[in-house]
């Protein structure tokens, strides 16, 4: 019983990170075996704060090992963030707060979404990027919502 109550104590640690909706994809390269490399469009809503929704697209290795999930991903990702009701927070927002996460490689490899507030402007900035164990890429894209008044 210790056991499970340490497990459910450490799943209420995590953070809150949103889960993709592939929206679509399309084919960039041909591959013989295995599926075509692609760029897929997926869809996530910001799990702290209700109204906003992001598109993600991003590169997808194919191939043999792209099929078995053991290709890397390339590092560039492009972002666009909308206000599609009314934004409420459901709780405290921390700068640089992780809203979204997806493995681009076996082990080392991730691409993240982390939300800023800008207060001074009444904006929220998602900033997305590919990070790596020992070497991680510049590579990054950046959207931005203003927080307006939402009629129904």
Do not use: H
């Amino acid at each position: 019983m210790r056991i499970v109550r340490g497990l459910l104590a450490a799943l209420m640690a995590l953070p809150m990170v949103a889960s993709a909706e592939e929206i679509g994809e399309v084919s960039t390269v041909f591959k013989f075996v295995g599926p075509n490399d692609k760029i897929v469009v997926e869809a996530f809503d910001d799990p702290k704060v209700s109204g906003v929704t992001c598109y993600l697209s991003r590169a997808k290795t194919g191939g043999v090992k792209g099929g078995l999930g053991l290709a890397e991903d390339r590092a560039e990702a492009s972002i666009a963030c909308r206000q599609v009701g009314a934004i409420s927070f459901s709780g405290d927002l921390k700068d640089g707060e992780e809203v979204f996460r997806e493995r681009t490689s076996l082990v080392f490899k991730t691409m993240q979404v982390v939300r800023f507030f800008d207060r001074k402007r009444n904006t929220l900035v998602y900033l997305v990027y590919s990070d790596r164990v020992i070497d991680g890429s510049p590579q990054n894209a950046v959207t931005a919502i203003p927080i307006l008044p939402w009629s129904r």
